[in-house]
């Protein structure tokens, strides 16, 4: 007996301990395998990069810039023959005396997206002779920023510039209180309207949505984004979406005048920044920026880790960067990105990658601007951090951002408030000599539409051009700068009339402007 029950204790331990070794082994292979998956996934943001062009960079940083390219690129546009309307600041004919009801829109995206889905959500209650709620925004699922409309814009303006035409009302009387996000959100009511097609005509609306808000007073349009058509529509509703998008939208009073201290030390940076504190409102006030105001670019750089990975192109980080890249692109899209099936070079060929900060660096370099240009980069946060902003500053040394122009009292107002953010990039960008957009997106439309119509320079890279250069590793600069300033001689900001199907937004002629 005492044999046998030694032998099962001993048989209890042995088994004891190789469940012991075998747990330890599974938990030492679990967390390398972890550990390897997480270097792969953070090595190209925080590894060096080498640049990718340097035989262009170093004659780009070794370059003289003769004084008559520096003054033609940063020379205004001429008058080109359109204006703004004046219908647009005519006041409409009265409001019907009975409102349809009230009409809810959520809307998702970011800052840009939203604020297009604004001006349609405003022609909407037009077309429908219904009133207005003050637009619910969307939590961004990517930012995680929670800003409402009265957080980002002026509510008080918009509600005043737009009284003549459409009635607004900041939030719905208590017989509709019950019509809400959440109470969407738990079941399919009669109220809500989301089958609204992509560019849905103005008939469709009073097809489907009219019916709705004569049986029920409200209906709540979820989803919104891009549910207006930009043709056939009376031109009426046209300039009200333009009065909408340049009149009535305008940022919280703290966004601008922080916006103006940035825009004032950009251009008189011989302003001490010991200045930069919580009176920033007094800096600009007491600043005379009309004498020896100096000139800035704005560079959105659009190259976050879901546009690099999205693209499926190769930006030089080797295989781990390709491998941490493709990962991502099975966990957020399952890995349906429509890129992955072309190689890189038929991507870059076709203008599809975005390009990389040396390589819009090359690209400013090339087109005149010297190491004394005062360079603002508006972006959110750059793939690659400041290993891929390195070479990007060695073009362009006194290269700026919000981080480098604010003390952080002023960013502490903003900080984590993504569409803050964007919305103090937007408003330098608007009040810059120049903007250029280094890749497509909603805020290069957003801008391109915005500063056309008001007549600023604003440059949009050849993508198809500047891919096929950048696959040509034996160019010398001189044949690089000829090709890109004569690729881009008519991108500066020329002005284009709208075609069908083309975003009103984007192309402002002729729906919003007039010929002089």
Not at 347 to 362: A, F, I, W
Not at 380 to 395: D, M, N, P
Request: overall charge neutral; hydrophobic content about 40%.
């Amino acid at each position: 007996m005492e044999l046998s029950f030694h032998c099962r204790r001993s048989t209890t331990t042995t088994t004891t301990t190789t469940l012991a070794v075998v747990s330890l082994s599974l938990l030492i292979l679990f967390s390398t395998s972890s550990f390897v998956r997480a270097s792969s996934s953070i090595y190209s943001e925080l590894n060096p990069i080498k640049p990718r062009h340097s035989r262009l960079l170093k004659s780009a940083v070794q370059r003289e810039t003769p004084t008559s390219q520096l003054s033609e690129i940063w020379t205004p546009l001429e008058n080109q023959g359109w204006k703004p309307c004046n219908e647009l600041r005519n006041k409409p004919t009265a409001l019907p005396e009975k409102s349809e009801g009230y009409i809810q829109v959520f809307l998702d995206g970011g800052l840009n997206q939203q604020r297009m889905g604004i001006c349609d959500a405003v022609a909407v209650a037009k077309i429908l002779n219904a009133t207005l709620v003050i637009p619910y925004l969307e939590l961004n699922p990517v930012w995680k920023d929670s800003s409402s409309f009265e957080d980002i814009f002026d509510v008080d303006h918009f509600i005043d510039v737009l009284k003549d035409d459409v009635t607004i009302v900041k939030e719905l009387p208590e017989e509709y209180a019950w019509s809400s996000r959440e109470y969407y959100a738990l079941a399919i009511r009669d109220t809500r309207i989301k089958a609204a097609p992509v560019h849905a005509t103005a008939n469709w609306y009073l097809e489907n949505v009219l019916p709705v808000l004569q049986s029920y007073g409200i209906a709540a349009i979820s989803p919104f984004s891009h549910r207006l058509t930009f043709d056939n529509l009376p031109m009426d509703i046209q300039h009200l979406r333009c009065k909408v998008n340049f009149q009535a939208l305008v940022f919280v009073p703290h966004i601008r005048t922080l916006g103006d201290a940035l825009i004032s030390r950009l251009r008189n940076p011989q302003h001490s920044t010991d200045e930069m504190g919580s009176n920033y409102l007094q800096e600009v006030t007491d600043a005379d920026d009309s004498k020896n105001a100096g000139k800035f670019v704005v560079l959105h750089l659009r190259f976050d880790k879901d546009m690099a990975a999205h693209s499926a192109c190769d930006f030089g980080g080797g295989k781990a960067e390709k491998l941490a890249l493709a990962k991502y692109r099975q966990v957020i899209w399952q890995g349906r990105v429509l890129n992955s099936q072309f190689t890189d070079e038929e991507l870059r060929s076709q203008g599809r990658c975005p390009m990389t900060p040396e390589e819009v660096g090359l690209l400013l370099a090339a087109l005149g601007f010297d190491n004394s240009t005062r360079l603002y980069l508006a972006s959110h946060k750059v793939y690659g951090g400041g290993a891929r902003i390195a070479t990007l500053k060695q073009l362009f040394p006194l290269m700026e951002d919000k981080k480098s122009l604010t003390s952080p009292f002023e960013r502490a107002q903003i900080k984590g408030k993504a569409s803050l953010l964007a919305a103090l990039d937007y408003y330098i960008s608007i009040h810059s000599d120049i903007f250029i957009s280094a890749s497509p997106g909603n805020m290069h439309n957003a801008l391109v539409g915005h500063r056309t119509y008001l007549n600023l320079k604003t440059i949009r890279p050849n993508m198809a051009l500047m891919g096929q250069l950048f696959l040509n590793k034996t160019m010398e600069w001189s044949e690089f700068e000829h090709a890109v300033v004569e690729g881009h001689e008519n991108r500066q900001g020329q002005l284009r009339v709208r075609k069908p199907k083309q975003s009103i937004y984007t192309y402002p002629v002729p729906d919003c402007m007039c010929q002089a």
